[in-house]
């Protein structure tokens, strides 16, 4: 690689090193949005800290190629600022700028892209990262068309005009697809599009037994080590599994017992409750067994510490009310009904 910074073009936009021509016309550019995101004093800066700023660009390219900052122009004209420093070894992080006359005109997101492009292939780093203000808008949409995912929120990291905020961290891997492709576009999508909470249970009932003519209103349920109420067989679907394959892995995991399941029973919406966020619940028929069916459980102590078939009266005492409320909907509701739909575990009629 040279040792003089290079500049980069693509069509109409280019990426070039500061001048001190540029000082001036740049200056009296910058206005109360930047000095809003960059936490800084609102005006243009003056000259001689203008030309600091210039000198000290160069400085960090020339000296350790620490940082590299390029002046964006669209069509011969100064559009902003883009610049990556280097945060360890492999990783850098990107910043970015874009005068007033040239936001909303995707200049900003092409002028990223063409220096991630040109970080990955020349600096040799693995990977960049930004970190951007939920609350600006522009910039996360900014990242997201350069190929930046959403990773996380990082909660309370920074502070903006006196007062703490969140940030979102965005990352894009070398290896990962480009942002044009479908690959690329569905992967930033799948990144950033809201995500639920998915929880599988069971409902396994009780046949006769030892005489008895019916017991099958009888359900099993888990008392648990971490919560006072018992609750149904199952729980969170992981990424990647269906809610079916989920209350089978789970009633195993937690009971030692294989269990099958028939068909669903409900979609139980929760809403959020106690620190949790909202979630779906699907509840699956897992069928009837023999009350003894569970003399071969292997309780998984962390979590289980006792299984129970329980009766209506019963379970109406023991569960939390959202449970109680959706076992009852299960036992009113007629047998060919089909699968119930619930919010908070209330039945949701058409009108």
Not at 122 to 132: C, F, M, Q, T
Not at 175 to 193: H, K, N, Q, Y
Not at 197 to 218: F, H, K, N
Request: glycine fraction near 8%; proline fraction near 6%; charged fraction near 30%.
């Amino acid at each position: 690689m040279s040792d003089e910074q290079p500049a980069l073009d693509d069509g109409d936009l280019r990426l070039r090193p500061w001048t001190a021509a540029d000082i001036e016309p740049t200056r009296l550019l910058h206005d109360d949005e930047i000095a809003r995101w960059f936490d800084v004093e609102t005006g243009p800066p003056t000259m001689d800290r203008h030309a600091a700023w210039v000198a000290q660009t160069h400085a960090e390219w020339s000296d350790s190629r620490s940082k590299a900052t390029f002046l964006v122009e669209w069509r011969g004209e100064a559009a902003g600022s883009v610049d990556v420093r280097r945060r360890s070894d492999g990783v850098g992080v990107l910043s970015w700028i874009t005068y007033a006359p040239y936001r909303g005109r995707g200049v900003a997101s092409r002028a990223v892209r063409l220096l991630v492009d040109w970080a990955f292939d020349e600096l040799g780093l693995r990977r960049v990262e930004a970190e951007v203000n939920p609350l600006n808008r522009a910039s996360l949409r900014t990242a997201h068309r350069a190929g930046l995912r959403r990773e996380g929120l990082l909660r309370g990291n920074t502070t903006l005009g006196g007062e703490v905020h969140d940030t979102v961290l965005l990352g894009r891997l070398v290896d990962d697809p480009p942002p044009g492709t479908r690959e690329g576009f569905t992967a930033l999508l799948d990144s950033s599009l809201p995500t639920k909470r998915a929880i599988a249970q069971g409902v396994l009932r009780a046949g006769p037994a030892d005489g008895a003519t019916d017991e099958t209103s009888r359900v099993l349920l888990c008392e648990l080590v971490y919560k006072r109420e018992w609750d149904l067989p199952g729980g969170v679907v992981d990424r990647g599994e269906s809610p079916a394959e989920c209350v089978v892995r789970e009633v195993r995991e937690e009971l030692s017992l294989d269990v099958t399941v028939r068909s669903l029973l409900a979609v139980n919406w929760l809403p959020p409750l106690l620190g949790w966020g909202d979630a779906t619940v699907f509840v699956f028929d897992l069928g009837v067994v023999d009350p003894h069916f569970t003399d071969a459980a292997r309780l998984e102590a962390r979590e289980i510490q006792g299984v129970h078939w329980a009766a209506p009266h019963e379970w109406r005492a023991r569960v939390a009310p959202y449970n109680a409320r959706l076992l009852d909907a299960l036992v009113q509701s007629p047998g060919d009904v089909g699968t119930l739909y619930l919010e908070d575990s209330r039945p949701v009629h058409a009108d």
